[in-house]
């Protein structure tokens, strides 16, 4: 993953590649998808430390003020991904983060079918259409309500595209009938909230430091009247009766369709809320001191197309 990130041309400055090697994407990686090849960890590997960069892109940097910059590349995403039906891939545009994205497509897209490819591109068009969402609102100073911020968290924590990935990560695909059913999609929100809310408490030092609102117990207290400490407990609270709604949703959907598919699916969702949690704790990501001086240092205006 270290050579990938290099030869992609998406870390290159010292300071860019010390704070990735602390990040321990590697590991996340292993923790979250344990069952799969060698080829599809490393292959998700590779994903990892591209949805985290772009990420901080998005967060950190300067093309997070941008909402018109944000549509520019993801229609350049968007014609990258534009060929389910055909497993190659042709990255457009000049940014390294889609020349990086040409190179994971043309290794994920033949692990998979045309459904899927379409489902998966969807969801990355999403994250980056929540983007920009977030851009608009950082320039016009929008805190979002908590039931709004909800939705979209699923989509700017990119956690639809990662959960897409546990179906050819574990050579499995769930039928049209299991993704239209309403018990299916319960469950798979849940456990995507409980995922991206985790996330949240370990990164809020972080992100506060550098003024976001886009975080849940920042956008709780804003709606509450609450300062971040007294913020902080509710989150957990929310975090834990979400937890305990997954298990009930995953029950019902195992009861409705008990079929390999399906249980090698929340065996996955299931991995993914614990890995996500075991990687939190440990990951050097979220305990670095973060200021702009310091986030100048490790970002990479080239990945999208910017400058700092």
């Known amino acids: 993953m270290d050579d990938w990130v290099v030869s992609a041309g ?37 994903w990892f430390a591209w949805l985290f960069l772009v990420d901080d892109e998005l967060d950190d940097g300067i093309t997070g003020t941008r909402p018109d910059h944000i549509g520019a590349v993801l229609a350049d995403i968007a014609t990258t991904l534009r060929a389910p039906d055909d497993a ?42 929540a983007a920009a969402w977030e851009a608009n609102n950082r320039v016009h100073d929008v805190v979002p309500g908590e ?23 574990r050579d499995t695909e769930l039928p049209d009938d299991v993704l239209a059913d309403p018990v299916f999609r319960d469950a798979l929100d849940a ?57 009930e949703h995953e029950a019902a959907l195992l009861a409705e369709f008990d079929t390999e598919p399906v249980r090698r699916y929340v065996e996955g969702m299931r991995t993914w809320i614990r890995g996500n949690l075991d990687w939190s704790r440990a990951t050097h990501r979220y305990r670095e001191g973060a200021s702009d001086e310091h986030t100048s240092r490790y970002l990479e205006p080239s990945l999208m197309g910017g400058s700092s």
Not at 92 to 101: I, P
Not at 105 to 127: D, M
């Open 10 to 46: 998406i870390v290159r400055k010292p300071a860019s590649l010390a704070r990735f090697a602390n990040a321990d994407f590697a590991g996340f990686a292993a923790a979250t998808y344990p069952d799969t090849d060698v080829t599809g960890v490393l292959l998700m590997a590779d």
């Open 191 to 247: 456990a995507c909230d409980v995922v991206c809310w985790t996330n949240d408490v370990f990164s809020l030092e972080k992100e506060r430091r550098l003024g976001e609102w886009h975080n849940l117990v920042a956008v709780v207290g804003h709606a509450r009247g609450l300062s971040d400490q007294d913020a902080l407990p509710l989150a957990c609270d929310m975090i834990d009766a979400r937890t305990a709604e997954y298990v």
């Open 88 to 129: 190659s891939a042709v990255p457009v545009g000049n940014t390294g983060a889609v020349r990086a994205l040409g190179d994971l497509w043309a290794r994920t897209a033949p692990r998979a079918t045309p459904g899927w490819r379409r489902r998966f591109g969807a969801h990355v068009g999403e994250c980056f259409t």
């Open 147 to 169: 039931a709004v911020y909800v939705e979209r968290r699923r989509h700017t924590g990119a956690i639809y595209v990662c959960m897409d990935l546990i179906e050819p990560m």
